[in-house]
């Protein structure tokens, strides 16, 4: 299997051989996000009552965090009557979804929700600073070419979530209701609509031409509309540190430590988030008990950066520690008449690129796009082949988000592999070079070039840099053997991720989106 991922790699790796090229002639030139399956509905009357019946939306939206928000929002906005059912409607407390991508909050302004970010003591991002062995590079978002207010930004997820609530609730065509849906309802495999219970116990019913799904990455309504293979690679540790400075102002900070990586980055102007990574190979610490805090003095805090540490014990000693497994979940849908899913319910990744938010804004405004041209929804079945297409268009975002998020996590976590420990060595330094070297990467990260084979090529070179600076410095054949086995580890950490998220779909999106689009409705 080794030799196959070693053949692989190589033919691969002339890829980044070639973008090594290019890049160093340049360098050279410029410096020398319990199951219920469907409820049977067998007459459009049953369960629903007339109150519900006179209201007739267009769409029923579950879920009203920031894809069901601003999806209703965008719907209501093109004249649709929306109908979104929210669990808790109270200001969720949650401590990822805290960082948007500059790629993200261009879509914010694509859907005219960029307001949704103001009086909420939102943060401006600009790029990130990277540790590693006491060494730190800063990488900076390439926005020259943007207006001075296009940027990341942070901020405590549940003030984000109310504002883009309020902003949904204030079209009149869009009814915000707070209830638990418990099943969808489906009539001789068309999706009806849903079931849900008020909170104050009530059971009713809601009818609509589309009904779509964004409750989120705990859903309880996706294993009847997608594969639901939910893979659990780490968990976050929480901490909030107080009063302090990060040592680059307006950057997220990114710790390559051992075993897994750390963040920072500030949430509000007195606030800084900390989520500390352990690999689920890892047994957690009990917060209970007092083993986390002895883990995090202990193990974690050595490793963060010294302008940081008093902060961070003073976080510890105050005791507000939280945890939350870190959910990755590739889209592979069941197309279903009269249903769609959206969000985490739909596609997860690791959340340490903070791409969730980014991708969820990028898949509304593709849904948004092949809406705009139908006036009637009520053709279920030609609706479905329609929005198949959906799944294409989606793709170039979404597997640049995917596995960037995927590769950066192996790349980043310590290993007891040599050749993997010397790729999370040269990854560090080929991002540390500066130009086009660290440019390139940061905007996919960013969300501002979802480009899938530029992050191929940029991920090989990366192998290629830390091959060519062991084998040209000092040849060996135990070096040139290592070098090797760099390109394999490369090749068995991308190639599957690709693998999953369908590599014709991720190349060559707009020549499968002919076959899969049929003419609209």
């Known amino acids: 299997m080794e030799s196959e991922y070693l053949m692989g790699g190589i033919m691969a790796s002339l890829l980044g051989f ?10 050279k030139a410029t410096t020398s996000r319990g199951v219920a399956g469907y409820e049977k509905l067998e007459s459009s009357e049953n369960g629903i009552y007339q109150a519900e019946k006179d209201k007739k939306p267009d769409v029923i939206i579950v879920g009203a965090g ?7 929002y965008t719907l209501g906005k093109d004249g649709r009557n929306v109908h979104v059912i929210e669990r808790d409607l109270t200001e969720p407390d949650r401590i990822v979804g805290e960082l948007l991508q500059p790629g993200g909050y261009l879509k914010l302004i694509e859907l005219g929700l960029q307001d949704c970010v103001e009086d909420i003591d939102a943060q401006q991002v600009f790029g990130y600073a990277l540790y ?10 390439p926005l020259q070419s943007f207006d001075s207010n296009v940027s990341g930004r942070s901020f405590h997820n549940g003030r984000f979530i109310q504002r883009m609530r309020e902003k949904a609730a204030s079209l009149t065509n869009v009814r915000l209701v707070q ?15 849903v079931q849900y219970k008020t909170k104050t116990g009530q059971e009713l019913a809601a009818s609509a031409p589309l009904t779509i799904v964004c409750d989120g990455c705990f859903s309880n309504l996706r294993r009847s509309l997608c594969n639901a293979k939910v893979e659990i690679p780490s968990c976050f540790v929480a901490l909030i540190l107080e009063n302090c400075e990060l040592p680059y102002q307006n950057h997220g900070h990114v710790i390559l430590a051992d075993p897994s990586p750390i963040l920072f980055y500030r949430i509000s102007s007195s606030e800084i988030r900390c989520l500390v990574d352990i690999p689920v ?3 957690l610490p009990s917060i209970s008990n007092g083993e986390m805090a002895n883990y995090l ?4 805090a050595p490793q963060i950066p010294h302008e940081l540490f008093d902060a961070f014990i003073s976080a510890i000693k105050k005791g507000n520690i939280r945890t939350m497994p870190n959910r990755s979940m590739p889209a592979a849908p069941h197309p279903t008449p009269g249903a769609l899913l959206l969000g985490d319910a739909f596609n997860m990744r690791h959340p340490l690129t903070g791409g969730g938010m980014t991708l969820a804004l990028s898949d509304i405004v593709v849904l948004r796009n092949l809406l705009r041209p139908l006036h009637d929804l009520s053709d279920a079945s030609g609706l479905c082949e329609y929005l198949k297409s959906f799944y294409t268009l989606r793709k170039p975002v979404a597997s640049t988000i995917n596995t960037l998020a995927g590769a950066l996590y192996k790349v980043f976590s310590a290993s007891h592999d040599p050749a993997q420990d010397e790729m999370r060595r040269a990854c560090f330094d080929y991002l540390s070079l500066g130009g086009v070297f660290s440019s390139g990467p940061i905007a996919l990260l960013s969300g501002l070039n979802p480009q899938p084979l530029s992050l191929v090529m940029h991920f090989f070179a990366v192998a290629v840099y830390g091959v060519g600076r062991l084998v040209f410095t000092l040849p060996s054949a135990k070096r040139i053997w290592m070098g090797a086995r760099m390109i394999s580890v490369a090749s068995r950490i991308i190639f599957p991720i690709i693998r999953v998220e369908g590599a014709q779909h991720m190349f060559f999106p707009k020549v499968m989106a002919k076959y899969c689009r049929p003419l609209a409705l």
């Open 281 to 283: 190979s890892q047994k």
């Open 297 to 300: 003095k202990s193990i974690v």
């Open 18 to 27: 070639v973008l090594l090229y290019r890049i160093t002639a340049e360098k």
């Open 66 to 72: 920031v894809a069901g928000s601003a999806l209703a």
């Open 179 to 193: 209830g638990t849906v418990t099943s969808l309802l489906e009539a001789n495999g068309t999706i009806k609509g």
């Open 132 to 141: 590693k062995g006491g060494r730190s590079t800063k990488l900076s978002y």
